[in-house]
């Protein structure tokens, strides 16, 4: 498609004036992440290296990002220590999970340097850029990818940072686009979101999760109020009708509607737009249609016409350790033998697990007399 390499949405700048990017001020152009190995981080560390700063970090484990991070040039090491913050290094950037008596956070501080956390480096990204921010405890990963790829197909040029890796970003977790859009997952724990300035933002359930930081789904929804606060005046916000802890929230986000003149569209798998969707997705669960629905508003949104929204989520096929198809098992008798290795897990969602479960028993084919599945 012609419109993919066209960047309709250049991203502006006063005449006669540089652009000033994030972190522009800082000096030297050097940034150093302590655990850089998480998705979020990596995905983060490659948004840097595109803006030509020089990239660093560590993290305490091996994990199969170190390899990713390796293929675009980024080094990181295994095992923190003080010497891993390079001698010139103009900010660092460290993960919530980063305890304060973490060696490498006190030798930055004892260095002085400019010190943010992940969710704060977020935040200045969401104030430079035109965001769409995915909320919501469940399915953030999938709809960030199949809103992300929809823009690029529709010739928006987005940058996109998700947290799973794509085959159609060369199995990576970010895009740099040059326009001035940004599609981003907004993670809810410990209030990281509450860091972000949307111009948009999709939420696509409430759940009782979190609940060591939480306790109880009265603060969920506390902090999801929070966050659609802070979306930016005349803005939109896209929210799913079908979840009854999120709906239970429509009077007081009519309210944001009046006060801050956002555009607020609820979306329901009652909707007729559903059927067609069944039509053209590969993914499985009708939670998943209800995530592409949400990709469906976005389009009218931003005027992307249905034939380009349809074509993107037929095009797609899902994402990393999200049912990603693996191989086959063979049935011997009351035993199973791996021929390949299995779809991986559907990562940590009960409620995408059980929509998952009849489409895969409808796709199993069984043999009585071959004793074979697959």
Known sequence: MNNQSKNRYPLRQAQGKPLNKPFDSIMPKSVHFIGILGIGMSALAQWFLAQKWAVSGSDMALSPILNDLEKVGIKAKIGQKRANIPPKCGLVVYSQAVNPNNTEFKEAKRRKIPMLSYPMVLGELTKFYETICVSGMHGKSTTAAMAGLMLVRAGFDPTIIVGTKLKELDGRNFR?????????????????????????????????????YFKNIENIKKSFLKFFSRISRRGAIILNRDNDALFSLSRKIDKFKKTRGLRVKWYSLRDKEALKIKKFIKLSGEHNVSNALSVFCLSKFVGISEK??????????????????????????????????????SKSNPLGIQGKIPKAQNSLRFSAASGKAS
């Open 176 to 212: 740099a686009g040059e326009s001035k859009y940004l599609v981003l997952e907004a993670d809810e724990y410990k209030n990281a979101f509450l860091n972000y300035s949307p111009a948009l933002a999709i939420t696509t359930n409430l759940d009782k999760e979190h609940l060591d």
């Open 308 to 345: 380009v929204f349809l074509s993107s989520i037929s095009a797609y096929g899902g994402s990393w350790r999200r049912m990603e198809y693996r191989g086959k098992f063979q049935v011997t008798g009351s035993c199973l033998r791996r021929l390949c290795p299995p779809s991986d897990r």
